[in-house]
C-alpha cells in the first residue's frame, strides 16, 4: 500500500431477500481492480478492502444474523462487489401494519 492513499470505507448496502434465505450485499468500490479486492467472511460479519489508483478502501461490517460463508457467491463488475450469502437458519417474518 502507497503512503500517500487515502483510506476510505466503502459504501454498502446489504439486505434479506423475500424468501428471508439469503442476504444480498452491494459494496462499491469505484476504481478498484478485482485482483487487489480481498474479503474475508465469518458467521457473523465480513471484512472487505481493495484499492484503486489513490484510495484503499477498507471496511468491517456485522451481519444482522449468522450466515454461511463457506457458501457466499461474489461477483464484482464495473465498481461494484455484490455478495449472495445464505443465512444459516431460514427466518419468518410478518408484515406489520402500520397506522
Known amino acids: 500500500m502507497s503512503e500517500n492513499k487515502r483510506i ?32 474475508r467472511m465469518h458467521e457473523d460479519s465480513f471484512f472487505i478492502s481493495g484499492e484503486s489508483e489513490a ?12 450466515i454461511l460463508p463457506d457458501k457466499a457467491d461474489a461477483k464484482y463488475k464495473e465498481g461494484l462487489l455484490t455478495i449472495d450469502v445464505p443465512f444459516k437458519t431460514h427466518f419468518e417474518s410478518v408484515n406489520v401494519p402500520i397506522e
Open 8 to 39: 476510505v470505507s466503502p459504501t454498502m448496502c446489504g439486505w434479506p431477500d423475500d424468501e428471508h434465505g439469503t442476504y444480498h450485499v452491494e459494496i462499491e468500490l469505484p476504481g478498484v481492480e478485482k485482483d487487489t479486492i480481498k474479503l
Open 55 to 66: 484510495i484503499r478502501y477498507v471496511g468491517s461490517y456485522a451481519l444482522c444474523c449468522p
